[in-house]
C-alpha cells in the first residue's frame, strides 16, 4: 500500500506538470488539485487497511463460535438420581483408567479415605495422583472398577450432585475477573455478605481483604494477577468453606508458595478440613504428617500405606521420600574461599 502511494503521488505531480505545461492550466489549478489528492490518499489507504482489520478480527470470531458450536463432552444425566451422603466415605474398589488405550495410568487402585479425616496422597510426578482426584469429579470416567461415596457408585448418580457436594482447592488457584467479594461468593451463589464475610475470616483473608483500598470490591484482575499467591490461595479456600462441601480436594494447594505465605494457607486450611473427608495430594511431605492414612501412589498403584511413623519405620518409599526432603532442606555447608596471596 504504501509503495503503491508513492507511484500515485509521483503520477499526480507528473499529471499535473503536464496540464500546466502542456494545455495552459494555472498553477492554482495544480496545487488545489494536489491538495485534494492528497487529503482523500489516507482515508483511501485506511479504508483498504479495513478489509485486513476485519479477517484479523474473524479469525477469532471462528475460532469462538467453533468452540460454542462445539457438542459437549459430557453427556447429560441430570435424569441419574441425586447423591446423598451421610458421613462421606470415599472408597476406590479396583479402579483401572487410561487417558488412551493401553496407556494405563490407575492400575487396580483400591484405597478408603475415612470419614471426617484426612487421607493423603504422595508419591513421584506421573504416579496417578492428580488423576484420582479428576476420577472422582467425574471428569473422567474409569475403565474398570467402582468409585463409591458412602456406598453410592458415583457413575449411578449425576454429576452436578456430586461436584456440589465437593470443594476442590488446587495448587493453580482460578480467579475470575471480578472482585474478591463475587470470587468468593462462587462457592455458593445466593450467599448473603455476612456468610461472605465469615468465610473470609475463617480463611483468614478478611484482614488483607480490608487492607485494599476497596476492600472486598477490590477487583482481582484477570486469573487474580493483581494479587498475590497467597492470597489468592486463601480466597480459593474462603470459597471452599463458603460452599460447606463434606468432601474436600486439595492438590498441592501450597506448593508454589513461600514459607510465610504457606504457613497462612496451611492454618486456612486446617480450618477447611475439620471434620470433612479430605484427600490431599503432597509433595511437602512435613504439611501431612498428621494425616489419618498416607498412601504411596506409584505407577497407578498403591505400594504402601499407613500412617506417617509407621511408614517410617517400615523403611520403604515414604522413608525414602521423607529423608531426601530432609536433606534437600538441610542448609549447605560455608564454602572457603582460599585468598591469594
Do not use: W
Amino acid at each position: 500500500m504504501e509503495a503503491l502511494g508513492g507511484f500515485a503521488i509521483a503520477g499526480a505531480l507528473v499529471y499535473g506538470g503536464f496540464r500546466v505545461i502542456e494545455t495552459g492550466a494555472t498553477p492554482g489549478q495544480f496545487f488545489s488539485f494536489l491538495a485534494a489528492f492528497m487529503l482523500a490518499y489516507e482515508p483511501a489507504k485506511r479504508l483498504a487497511r479495513l478489509n485486513i482489520d476485519l479477517n484479523s478480527g474473524l479469525v477469532g470470531v471462528r475460532v469462538l463460535f467453533d468452540v460454542i458450536d462445539h457438542p459437549p463432552t459430557e453427556q447429560p444425566d441430570e435424569d441419574k438420581p441425586p447423591l446423598t451422603l451421610s458421613a462421606a466415605h470415599v472408597e476406590f474398589a479396583k479402579v483401572q483408567f487410561a487417558y488412551r488405550p493401553g496407556e494405563k495410568v490407575i492400575r487396580n487402585l483400591s484405597f478408603v479415605a475415612e470419614p471426617g479425616s484426612v487421607t493423603a496422597l504422595v508419591g513421584p510426578s506421573g504416579g496417578g495422583k492428580s488423576t484420582i482426584l479428576n476420577l472422582i469429579l467425574r471428569f473422567y470416567e474409569i475403565d474398570a472398577g467402582v468409585i463409591a461415596i458412602d456406598g453410592q457408585d458415583i457413575a449411578g448418580v449425576s454429576r452436578r450432585s456430586l461436584r456440589s457436594q465437593v470443594a476442590y482447592v488446587g495448587q493453580d488457584v482460578f480467579l475470575f475477573r471480578g472482585s474478591v467479594r463475587e470470587n468468593i461468593a462462587l462457592g455458593r451463589p445466593g450467599a448473603t455478605e455476612a456468610e461472605i464475610v465469615a468465610a473470609a475470616k475463617a480463611a483468614y483473608a478478611h484482614d488483607f481483604i480490608m487492607a485494599f483500598p476497596r476492600g472486598y470490591d477490590t477487583p482481582v484482575g484477570e486469573h487474580g494477577m493483581r494479587v498475590a499467591g497467597g492470597e489468592r490461595q486463601r480466597i480459593s479456600v474462603a470459597r471452599a468453606l463458603l460452599k460447606d462441601a463434606p468432601v474436600i480436594l486439595l492438590d498441592e494447594a501450597t506448593a508454589s508458595l513461600d514459607s510465610e505465605s504457606e504457613r497462612q494457607v496451611q492454618r486456612a486450611i486446617e480450618r477447611l478440613c475439620r471434620g470433612r473427608t479430605t484427600i490431599v495430594i503432597a509433595h511437602r511431605l512435613h504439611t501431612v504428617v498428621d494425616a489419618r492414612r498416607i498412601f504411596v501412589i506409584e505407577d497407578g498403584m498403591v505400594t504402601e500405606s499407613g500412617r506417617h511413623d509407621e511408614l517410617l519405620c517400615k523403611n520403604g518409599r515414604y522413608a525414602s521420600f521423607y529423608r531426601l526432603q530432609l536433606r534437600d532442606q538441610e542448609p549447605s555447608p560455608p564454602v572457603a574461599i582460599a585468598s591469594s596471596a
